[in-house]
T-cell receptor, first 114, second 113 residues
């Protein structure tokens, strides 16, 4: 079965500081990986997705970036955090089979920017 | 542009009765629809899905209905149980492509004993 590890689980950072959230996936190979964010009182917004190592697609212009240095590792970063970056960040993996499966989510990382 | 909308931010239902959560979408290219359940401080968990070639899919107490002409889907939970209290998200995607799910805003369901 598939497992997604996200860390840190909780993070409080000052405005202007850097950010690194990590996600690793176990139990599968060559997954599609996704970063979603849930802002307060809002739904889940897709930020980035990756279909393979080094392949990143950005869904919305923002202060964040993503990288996929290894097959089962997905990293969300920022050089300078903004207040609006606060939220609950979720890493997800596509379970397949192709076209008929669903996304499997990790436990999330809560970021508060002060 | 909110392509998937859940217009009811909250719903309160008596235990044992039916819970009906609604979702509307605007993009006619969507052909696969899912419902997720989310507890606070946890990731969403998959509940049930339906493809556009069907109009109903049932799994135990959960049934999803799809009305393509109205671009509307609903989730029925019967009978409702206290453990069903959570935020429910509907999501839509295209079967072809990178499986990018577009989520609604969520509906907070509270089951009262």
């Amino acid at each position: 079965s598939q497992t997604i590890h996200q860390w840190p689980a909780t993070l409080v950072q000052p405005v202007g500081s850097p950010l690194s959230l990590e996600c690793t996936v176990e139990g599968t190979s060559n997954p599609n990986l996704y970063w979603y964010r849930q802002a307060a009182g809002r739904g889940l917004q897709l930020l980035f997705y990756s279909v393979g190592i080094g392949q990143i697609s950005s869904e919305v212009p923002q202060n964040l970036s993503a990288s996929r240095p290894q097959d089962r590792q997905f990293i969300l970063s920022s050089k300078k955090l903004l207040l609006s970056d606060s939220g609950f960040y979720l890493c997800a993996s596509y379970l397949g089979p192709w076209g008929t499966g669903e996304l499997f989510f990790g436990e999330g990382s809560r970021l508060t920017v002060l | 542009d909110q392509q998937v909308k859940q217009n009811s931010p909250s719903l309160s239902v008596q235990e044992g009765r039916i819970s009906i959560l609604n979702c509307d979408y605007t993009n006619s290219m969507f052909d696969y629809f899912l419902w997720y359940k989310k507890y606070p401080a946890e990731g969403p968990t998959f509940l049930i899905s339906i493809s556009s070639i069907k109009d109903k899919n049932e799994d135990g107490r959960f049934t999803v209905f799809l009305n393509k002409s109205a671009k509307h889907l609903s989730l029925h939970i019967v009978p409702s149980q206290p453990g069903d209290s959570a935020v429910y998200f509907c999501a839509a995607s295209r079967i072809q492509g990178a499986q990018k799910l577009v989520f609604g805003q969520g509906t907070r369901l509270t089951i009262n004993p």
